[in-house]
């Protein structure tokens, strides 16, 4: 790993943040008391990291419109990649050989949500093969509520080595679907909520329309590779689990 990391050069700027001062510090603290109310394969459900960033910016609070919805969710995915990747930095990078040969992946195969959930870590983070993205955070996701689960995928756009830009996309892993099929429920689902709500759905429907559905697959299928029974990955041995993560300071 290098200081000029993409994944590190995001966590040095939310540490040096003053909104988020003492963020990590009362999520270990709380982690330790509450971490068997929810699946071990998760660092933190959904709703906290929701509490989190409306905590850092209690402006969100006040309003109900979609556009300061969509921000928060927004924010608190890249909080929950960056803050669940935090403790094991994993970083995967394939050769180019090798993504390529993934990148060709069928588009329209069901994603193999049992497989998913044998992540090596809670987040990890897979460089990119080609020149669109530095890489991309896979976090596996809890909402409590409604004993739901997600994989999330943050994007980094690298930026010429200044801020990261990041861009999130949730699949729902519910049931075995096509990354099409997933995006597509996960859009319905969010639309009904909103119209239920009196929420104008047009930019939610702009957003998901927008998604690159080819990027998400090829990145589902590097993802399927790293959780396969056998992959080829220099320095992961057996004891990295998703029980039992290293730690990193």
Request: some cysteine; overall charge negative.
């Amino acid at each position: 790993m290098k200081k000029d990391d993409a994944p590190v050069r995001l966590l040095q700027s939310i540490n040096k943040n003053k909104k988020f001062s003492g963020l990590w510090r009362s999520i270990d603290e709380y982690r330790d008391r509450e971490r068997n109310n929810w699946p071990a394969w998760c660092f933190l459900p959904l709703n906290v990291w929701h509490i989190l960033m409306v905590m850092a910016e209690p402006k969100f609070a006040q309003k109900n419109d979609s556009v300061t919805l969509g921000t928060i969710n927004s924010f608190s995915a890249v909080l929950a990649a960056i803050g669940s990747w935090r403790p094991t930095q994993d970083i995967f990078v394939f050769d180019n050989e090798a993504f390529e040969a993934i990148a060709k992946s069928d588009i329209d195969a069901k994603i193999s949500v049992e497989n998913i959930l044998h992540l090596p870590a809670w987040s990890i983070y897979i460089k990119w093969g080609k020149r669109d993205y530095d890489g991309f955070f896979a976090t596996l996701i809890y909402e409590a509520g409604e004993s739901k689960k997600y994989l999330d995928l943050v994007f980094l756009y690298d930026n010429d080595y200044n801020f990261p830009k990041p861009n999130f996309v949730r699949i729902p892993l519910q049931k075995s679907l096509s990354v099409y099929e997933a995006i597509n429920s996960y859009k319905q689902e969010n639309i009904k909520k909103q119209q239920k709500i009196g929420i104008n759905s047009a930019l939610t429907e702009e957003y998901f329309d927008e998604i690159n559905v080819n990027d998400v697959a090829v990145a589902v299928s590097l993802i399927l590779y790293i959780c396969s029974e056998s992959p080829e990955i220099d320095g992961i041995t057996a004891t990295a689990t998703i029980n039992h993560p290293r730690s990193q300071k």
